[in-house]
């Protein structure tokens, strides 16, 4: 097959993944780039990283030198369309997002992009568009959004257990995320984009609805938030179906990080992120426990989650599907925190602008 024709919008000629490895790309080769790596090589079957790119040439070099028969590609677009490689794995800073994930639906290559999709809501549906013409053309998606804690076993046992009906119908969800430190440019504007935005994804996936408006109030700031910013944040998203759920964002705990969700249906509740699994509470005899440590960070919090994010994501790309979030969550996350991120400025409650799907 040509470029031309790839560009054009005909299909790699992936029959033989199956048969093999998925040969994957991995841009950006920071702290979770570097992971991902890791992870494909030693934890993940059916995948092999075939090459790396990163704007630190030392650093790519390092990465792939640990994995045999990785090169490194040094232009991330070069990377994308080298013909060794059949699937690409975005981890480079947001800003970098936009073109490369458009890059591999030119080319046709399944590609996992860590978040955010884009920068801003307006460029993430603009990816959604593009993934949708192409889709009409081939019949097949082709972006993966890295919202890892749907993979996450707790998570899929609180969904599974929601769409059950083993709580009736969820009412009020309350969401803790905290970390123990953030570097020293963390704003309050980026606890919104970078860390609430796990809430926003946590709620459309276990509500399986829209939402609707989002208010930030400000606590009294920790004496360890940066000058003039707020730390913690109390974030408050109203649903399409009326539901509400409250997010405290706290990233200067001195603590550790701890990622809680607890759900209160009409027939009880469940929580998780207690470091033992799910915790229910009935009307039934059954009791509930609550121990255990606290994760230093959310490597170790959602290493599993992680594992489970690119098997999934690898053996889907061999079938040539998606399994997991796509654009229009990367998007739909976006739209959420633009109008957090304007609560958290103006004070008010905010309606989401989220376009008809």
Known sequence: MTTAETRAGALPDLADVPARDLRVAVLGVGMMGADHVARLHSRISGASVVAVSDAFAEKAEQVAAAVPGCRVIGDPLAAIGDDDVDAVLIATPGRFHEEQVLACIERGKPVLCEKPLTMDAASSLGIVRTEEAYTARTGRRLVTVGFMRRFDPEYAELKALIDAGGLG?????????RNAAVPPHFTSEMMVNDSVVHEVDVTRFLLDEEIAAVTVLRPRATRHAIAGQSDPLLVLFETTGGRMVDVECFV????????????????????????QGLVRATGGPAGALRS??????????????????????????????????????????????????EALRSGRRTEVRLEAR
């Open 292 to 341: 255990g440590g606290i994760a230093p960070d959310f490597r170790q919090r959602f290493g599993r989650a992680y594992d489970i994010e690119l098997q999934r994501w690898v053996d889907a790309a061999r079938r040539g599907e998606v399994d997991g979030p796509g654009a229009w969550d990367g998007y739909a996350a976006q739209a959420v925190c633009a109008a957090g991120v």
């Open 252 to 275: 200067n705990t001195g603590v550790g990080y701890e990622v809680r969700t607890e759900v209160i249906g009409e027939d009880g509740s469940a929580m998780i992120g207690l470091d």
């Open 169 to 177: 119908e969820p009412l009020v969800v309350h969401c803790a995320h």
